[in-house]
């Protein structure tokens, strides 16, 4: 491009040095002549000469004109030409890393439906074995293995539930038909009912789980999302936390956010997790305190939530030490 205008300069410089040696070549040849005849030959060939060269200096003007018109033309054209260029570049360069964005999603999704099928399988043939096993002892009159058991079934079919309505979620976000109701919500009452529902489930596992929120903060968002928020948080961190670990809410607020924050003392996360939950919204599948495979499907759930809702998640985590999960909401 830079090569084109270049040239088309040059050619423009050469023509203009041109058309001034023609002028100055017609100026020169314009000698007064004396005719032998008299004054009045003189005056009519002077005349004569000064018409030619009239007409001479106009084309040569023209043909200036002509060209000067021509290149500026000739310059618009590679200008656009460039600009187009460069927007095609940039265009191009956007929708290739938009393409390499929507393969990784892509095949993080596909991974975790293959984890889900496996979890999914894994738990209904659980349940199938517990439930074949409580009749057996029911038979037998070994009341308490089997009430051992049921607890156990229990805890499955619990687990199974919530991985299910994740999913349905999911989906449901993906194809758009997930409606939202955003009203101020007191954040207090959402809290203290979703940790009266896990308690039993973090008492089970030798976690302990405190409600640190003590003044009725406010956010705008939609109740059932929110609900849903809270209970993925907290049923993660209760999930990567160890007996004897420790589970705990809390919530900041100023004029413009709420910030609802879960902490847990549980086994954290790398970096590399912690990148591809913000930046994909899946996380690498891992295994949680108990030796179990997760999906990442809770966290990708809250983030999409969050955001739907006008916030967004932020995580701080340290391997081995615990990890600190905020969902920044609108107070109004």
Known sequence: MRKLLGQGVLYLGFFL??????????????????????????????????????????????????LLAALIVLLVFFLQFFIRSRRATGDLQSLNKEI???????????????IISHDLRSAVHALGVNVARIKTLLQQAKTDEAILLAENTEQITASTQ????????????????????????????????????????????????????????????????????????????IKYTPPQGLVTINVQQDEQHCRITVTDTGIG???????????????????????RRSTGLGLWLVKSLAASNGGHLSILSEKGIGTHITVTLPAR
Request: charged residues 25%; aromatic residues 8%.
């Open 17 to 66: 040095s041109f058309a001034h040696a023609q002028i100055q070549q017609m100026g020169d040849s314009m000698p007064m002549r004396r005719d032998p005849s008299g004054r009045i030959s003189a005056e009519k060939e002077l005349l004569q000469q000064s018409k030619e060269y009239s007409i001479r200096l106009n084309q040569v003007r023209w043909q200036r004109n002509f």
């Open 269 to 291: 996360m790398d970096e590399e997790t912690v990148v591809s939950v913000q930046e994909t919204g899946l996380s690498r599948v891992r295994s949680d305190a108990y030796g």
């Open 162 to 237: 919530s991985l299910l309505n994740n999913l349905l979620y999911w989906s449901m976000s993906q194809t758009g038909q997930i409606s939202f109701n955003f009203e101020q919500q007191v954040v207090k009452p959402l809290i203290e009912q979703v940790c009266y529902d896990f308690r039993p489930i973090a008492a089970s596992k030798g976690v302990g789980l405190n409600d640190m929120v003590s003044y009725p903060f406010v956010c705008r968002a939609d109740a059932n999302s929110l609900k849903i928020i809270l209970r993925n948080l907290i049923d993660n961190a």
């Open 100 to 114: 390499r964005r929507l393969e990784q999603l892509n095949d993080s999704k596909d991974q975790l439906l293959a």
